[in-house]
């Protein structure tokens, strides 16, 4: 972790920090890691592939909406909605597809 916090400032190091998380299978900090710096459509790839189900959707959801884009946010709900299928009842599905409805 400490990589990855001297990485904030040079690239290389916190590309190496991320490096070592994947190797070291710790998939949930790797996650969320790719969260930090922008990539939720590579960490939810990387969430089917190892089962990741520790992290909050609304992690992801947030970031699906600050990128402005109605596919990127039916991308992650359709994710959440086949990885996770009690997420159709909670309130993220609802506030998120609410969103969703008001983008298109």
Do not use: W
């Not at 070291?24 to 960490?43: C, F, K, N, T």
């Not at 992290?55 to 992650?76: G, R, T, Y």
């Not at 009690?86 to 969703?100: A, W």
């Amino acid at each position: 972790m400490q990589l990855m916090e001297l990485g904030q400032q040079h690239p290389p190091t916190r590309k190496l920090g991320l490096d070592m998380l994947r190797e070291r299978s710790l998939h949930h900090d790797y996650v969320a890691a790719l969260l930090q710096d922008g990539y939720y459509l590579e960490a939810l790839r990387y969430a089917r592939k190892y089962k990741v189900i520790t992290v909050q959707p609304a992690l992801f959801l947030e970031k699906a909406v600050a990128s402005n884009s109605a596919q990127n946010l039916a991308a992650v709900l359709s994710f959440f909605c086949e990885f996770t299928p009690s997420f159709k009842t909670t309130s993220d599905f609802g506030r998120y597809r609410h969103i969703l409805s008001e983008m298109v």
